[in-house]
C-alpha cells in the first residue's frame, strides 16, 4: 500500500489550546514505567505540545480521510510554508506511528 493512502487514527488523548495549537497527553503504562517513575520521580503524564502544522494535521486526522487528503488540505491552508510537503508530512506521521499516537485504519 502507498504510504500517502494510509489513514490515520488518534491513539491518545489530546486537547486544544485557546490558540488551537493541539497538545498530546501521553500516560507512562507498565511495570518498567512505575518503577521509572518512583526511581527518577517521573510524573505519570507527560504532554508533547504541537506546532501550528502539527496541530492542523492532528486535528484533520479523522480515522476517515487519508494521508494523501491531509497533504492537499495542508496545502490549501499554508500554501508553500507547507514545502516540502510530503517530506515533511511522511516524517510527521512516522513519528506520530513510532510513538504510538496514531494507529492506521486498515
Excluded at 42 to 47: E, G
Amino acid at each position: 500500500m502507498n504510504y500517502l493512502d494510509k489513514i490515520p487514527c488518534h491513539n491518545t488523548s489530546w486537547s486544544q489550546s485557546e490558540n488551537s495549537l493541539i497538545t498530546l497527553e501521553i500516560k507512562n503504562k507498565g511495570a518498567f514505567s512505575k518503577i521509572i517513575q518512583v526511581i527518577f520521580k517521573k510524573p505519570p503524564v507527560y504532554y508533547v505540545h504541537l506546532d501550528q502544522f502539527g496541530s492542523f494535521i492532528w486535528k484533520n486526522i479523522d480515522g476517515e480521510i487519508s494521508v494523501y487528503d491531509i497533504s492537499k488540505l495542508l496545502t490549501q491552508e499554508f500554501g508553500e510554508l507547507a514545502e516540502p510537503l510530503f517530506l515533511r508530512l511522511v516524517k510527521f506521521f512516522k513519528t506520530l506511528e513510532n510513538n504510538n499516537f496514531i494507529t492506521w485504519k486498515l
